[in-house]
């Protein structure tokens, strides 16, 4: 089956609810599994000129993944943009992350110049981790016991990815 990215629209509100109360989803974000879908339209609804967020749409319209990055409004930190994503577990391992990662740096490479892109990510989530590896990110630290998950406390890794203007990003 085959998918779109496509920016996110308002009404993506139920869509984007179920993807962040998924089980295999929303143990790897900051959500919790009562996420409600007045909670996602909140988040839309919310959203202004820093934020630029993007969906993968299924053929069948199930929206199977969430990728975004939040630019700074403070003018010395123009240049960072932070990335957040999450795909449905049916579709993960399938290139929907690598899709929406390419996507998310092509408009924070060609579109914003932005010099440094940032994520956090738990320690115990090792596909993810793969995955931003793969797309040119480097560790820089460790935020002991940051987050609870499943009833304990999981670190949670800060990677970023450095480009500066002219230059190509080992991904590339």
């Known amino acids: 089956m085959s998918y779109t990215i496509r920016p996110l629209e308002p009404e993506d509100a139920a869509g984007i609810a179920a993807l962040r109360r998924m089980p295999g989803v929303f143990e790897n974000t900051m959500g919790l599994p009562s996420h409600r879908t007045e909670d996602s339209a909140a988040f839309i609804d919310s959203l202004d000129e820093y934020a630029h967020q993007f969906v993968a749409e299924a053929e069948d319209g199930t929206i199977i993944g969430l990728a975004g990055i939040m630019l700074r409004a403070n003018p010395r930190t123009r240049h960072v943009g ?3 994503i999450m795909v449905h577990t049916d579709w ?14 092509d408009l924070a490479d060609n579109w914003l110049l932005l010099v440094r892109v940032e994520l956090e990510v738990f320690a115990d989530n ?3 981790i793969h995955l931003y590896e793969k797309m040119g990110f ?7 016991m ?10 949670e890794y800060v990677m970023s990815r450095i480009r500066r203007p002219g230059e190509t990003t080992s991904a590339e």
């Open 92 to 105: 993960q391992n399938q290139g929907v992350g690598t899709a929406l990662m390419e996507r998310i740096l």
């Open 146 to 155: 940051a987050v609870v998950k499943n009833g304990g406390y999981v670190d």
């Open 82 to 84: 932070s990335v957040g």
């Open 126 to 128: 090792p596909r993810a």
């Open 138 to 144: 480097e560790m820089e630290g460790c935020r002991r």
